[in-house]
């Protein structure tokens, strides 16, 4: 019997219920109230703890209420963080890149995580190899998104190119809770896929082709990051610092205590989701998953440079002022 399909329909009721996070009246520099926005996932462990151990609301001091909202995707995120529903948290560098490209307000503060795309092929699928990649069809979870790009652009580099821009690798698009239903009905051979959803698969037979130290931009493009609006960052910067420091605090307690801070990770999901990830699955996700504060702003061009390249992106972004520079108090900045 396949192991744990339950697995497999995290992500829908993530969909479902991701947006029961705390309700939050404040705008963007409220002077009472903090709102903290995040994903149910274990790329967004960091506020996760943050949230358990309380670390925002020891740094912001008792002046300051501290509430969260979680987030089925980045686009909900990034409007949220637009409109003021939220003040700083946890995202994708895609939907930020984007939202910053098209002229939005939003600086990256720190790194949160990195590494975990996987490209895995079905059982089925006869896939052994780069090699044997020809007129089979790939699933990401979108056009352009990082999984996408990330996979796209070292195919590219291996000389095999995508159906779009004129290869025969065939690419659909998909929830990764659908992945696994996928691979079974011969609908798609292969995934470019973030864990947990990697080790999903593999336990349920999958074969790994591209692991995340191999694939572009694996272990140095961070897949989630701390944001915050310029805004803020003018208005509050002794409040930005606080929400940086505990940050900080939260990634050492995740490197320091990773068997408490998986843990706490499958508990706050299942508390958002109503489904508990097993905990293999997420030890062997962990193995893949860096948490760190670092984000390379050479690193968050280069991959914007290859979304361009592989024609995603008509014009070619410059984001030399969406990265604050690192260990730089942001009042120092303004």
Same mark, same amino acid.
């Given at each position: 019997m396949k192991k744990n399909l339950s697995a497999l329909f995290f992500l829908a009721a993530i969909l479902v219920l991701s947006a029961c996070g705390s309700d939050s009246s404040s705008g963007s520099g409220s002077k009472d109230e903090l709102v903290i926005g995040y994903f149910p996932n274990i790329d967004h462990v960091p506020a996760m703890i943050a949230k358990e151990k309380q670390y925002f609301e020891e740094a912001v001091g008792e002046d300051v209420e501290v509430t969260y909202k979680t987030f089925p995707d980045g686009g909900a995120f990034m409007t949220a963080l637009k409109t003021g529903d939220i003040d700083a948290g946890f995202v994708g560098p895609g939907p930020v890149m984007n939202n910053y490209a098209n002229g939005a307000d939003v600086k990256i503060l720190a790194g949160?995580?990195?590494g975990g795309t996987v490209v895995v092929a079905s059982e089925q699928s006869g896939i052994e190899g780069l090699e044997d990649l020809d007129n089979h069809t790939f699933i990401t979870p979108g056009i352009g998104c990082t999984h !996408? #790009?990330?996979m796209e652009t070292f =195919?590219? *580099?291996?000389g095999i190119t995508s159906a779009r821009? &004129? &290869?025969t690798l065939k690419h659909v698009t998909g929830n990764p809770a659908q992945y696994q239903a996928m691979f079974e009905s011969g609908k798609v051979d292969l995934a470019a896929v973030p864990e947990p959803w990697a080790?999903? =698969?593999?336990?349920?037979g999958a074969k790994v082709?591209? !692991?995340t130290d191999e694939i572009a931009y694996g272990t140095t493009l961070p897949n989630t990051v701390l944001v915050t609006s310029g805004k803020m960052i003018e208005e509050q910067s *002794? =409040? #930005? !610092?606080q929400i940086t420091a505990a940050h900080e605090k939260s990634i050492a307690f995740i490197n320091e205590n990773p068997e408490e801070a998986q843990t706490i990770a499958i508990d706050s999901i299942e508390e958002i989701t109503n489904q508990r990830m097993d905990e293999s699955i997420i030890a062997s996700a962990w193995e893949? #998953?860096?948490y760190t504060t670092e984000v390379n702003a050479d690193v968050i061009q280069a991959f914007a440079d290859s979304s361009h390249d592989l024609q995603f992106l008509k014009e070619k972004p410059e984001f030399d002022e969406l990265v604050v520079p690192q260990d730089t108090e942001v009042g120092s900045v303004q």
């Open positions: 949160a995580s990195s !996408d #790009v990330q =195919l590219k *580099e291996q821009i &004129g &290869g080790s999903t =698969l593999v336990a349920n082709i591209v !692991d *002794e =409040l #930005v !610092d893949r #998953v860096t």
